[in-house]
């Protein structure tokens, strides 16, 4: 059967997919553009004609990189967060976060922890725009869920409880990916999930009445990794 011929465009989107895949594999330093031209089944030259140096490319990742954070704020419900929308967003976010979901989103997770061992710059970028983004919807709805009684005790900083909540999702991302070695964590991933939620939601002040409440409401919301795998990102094939 012949090949279909793929433009100049998605040939350069093919290029950036697996280049992405290798910087969050190797780190910028490791990542070499051979393998990168190999891996997209082109000529190392093509690569450097889209792309006219490394750095250019890995810049280029990167900022792919931002248009999936947009994407996925969306994907967890940034518009809609309040007392309800804490919890939910939690659950949702932890169900991407260990779920079979598409290679771009470990990827990305990978892509972050690599800058901060490295000079931390893209990391920097990434958790500001998170923070901009968030951070006065994460505080009115902390403020809310202490005045109804949802949340007893101290209300936490919203940078704060935003940071804290990623990193735990970035390492539970890490570690559930794992392939060469068993999962650390204990039951299924439903029950990793319910944990992480229940763990993160405590932290906040959460009261277990309100915890169960809202989690009981968002049980017939359906999987957002099932909605990335089908919808938000199709998968990019050569011909």
């Not at 889209?50 to 994407?71: C, E, G, M, S, W």
């Not at 990978?110 to 998170?130: E, H, K, P």
């Amino acid at each position: 059967m012949k090949r279909r011929r793929i433009s100049g465009v998605e040939r350069k989107s093919l290029i950036l997919d697996e280049a992405r895949r290798i910087f969050s594999k190797h780190g910028f330093e490791a990542a070499r553009t051979q393998d990168i031209a190999r891996a997209a089944q082109v000529s190392e030259a093509l690569v450097y004609r889209h792309f006219p140096t490394k750095q250019a490319l890995y810049r280029a990742v990167l900022r792919r990189t931002i248009r999936d954070q947009n994407a996925n704020h969306e994907m967890v419900g940034l518009r809609n967060i309040t007392p309800r929308g804490l919890i939910t967003n939690l659950r949702t976010y932890f169900q991407i976060v260990v779920g079979d979901g598409p290679e771009h989103v470990t990827e990305g997770f990978r892509l972050l922890l690599a800058s901060v061992a490295g000079d931390a710059s893209f990391a920097s970028l990434i958790y500001r725009r998170a923070n901009r983004m968030m951070n006065e919807r994460v505080h009115q709805a902390l403020v809310q869920a202490h005045a109804c009684g949802d949340i007893v005790g101290k209300v936490l900083d919203a940078r704060n409880t935003s940071m804290f909540t990623e990193h735990i999702g970035t390492m539970m991302n890490t570690l559930a990916k794992m392939t060469s070695q068993p999962s650390p964590y204990s039951g299924d991933r439903a029950q990793i999930v319910n944990d992480a939620v229940w763990f993160c939601s405590r932290g906040l002040g959460f009261t277990e009445e309100a915890i169960a409440r809202y989690l009981a409401d968002a049980d017939g919301e359906g999987d957002p990794a099932q909605t990335l795998r089908d919808d938000a990102y199709p998968t990019r094939k050569a011909g």
